[in-house]
C-alpha cells in the first residue's frame, strides 16, 4: 500500500520561506513522477511542479524562479523549496505520485502566506 505524508506547511509573512516535504511509503517513489499541485479556497487544484524519476522538472510560470523541487530517492522523500512566498501562494499543498499510470495523492499541508 502506497502512504504520502506531507509536512512543513505553516503561516509565514509574505517574502519569507518555507519548505515542504512529502515521504513516500512502499516501494515505487524511485520509479515515480512526483509532483506538488495546490488548492486555494474556492479554487481548483493546480499543478505547481513535476520531477520524474529521472530528475527532469516542470514548473509552473507562476512559481519559477521562487520554487525549486527535488527528491532524495534514498529517503524517499520528495521536497518543495518555496522563497518570496506570496499571500496568493496560500493553498493546501498535496503531494502527488504516478507510477505506472497510477495517481497517488497526499492529504495535504496548509501553507498561509500573511501580507
Known amino acids: 500500500q502506497v502512504h504520502l505524508a506531507e509536512s512543513g506547511g505553516g503561516l509565514v509573512q509574505a517574502g519569507g520561506s518555507l519548505r515542504l516535504s512529502c515521504a513516500t511509503s512502499?516501494?515505487?517513489?524511485?520509479?515515480?513522477?512526483m509532483g506538488w499541485y495546490r488548492q486555494a479556497p474556492g479554487k481548483q487544484r493546480e499543478l505547481v511542479v513535476r520531477?520524474?524519476?529521472?530528475?527532469?522538472?516542470s514548473y509552473a510560470d507562476f512559481v519559477k524562479g521562487r520554487f525549486t523541487i527535488s527528491r532524495d530517492n534514498a529517503k524517499n522523500t520528495v521536497f518543495l523549496q518555496m522563497n518570496s512566498l506570496k499571500p496568493e501562494d496560500t493553498a493546501v499543498y498535496f503531494c502527488n505520485a504516478i507510477y505506472y499510470g497510477v495517481n497517488y495523492w497526499g492529504k495535504g499541508t496548509l501553507v498561509t502566506v500573511s501580507s
Open positions: 512502499g516501494s515505487i517513489f524511485s520509479r515515480s513522477s
Open positions: 520531477i520524474t524519476s529521472g530528475g527532469t522538472t
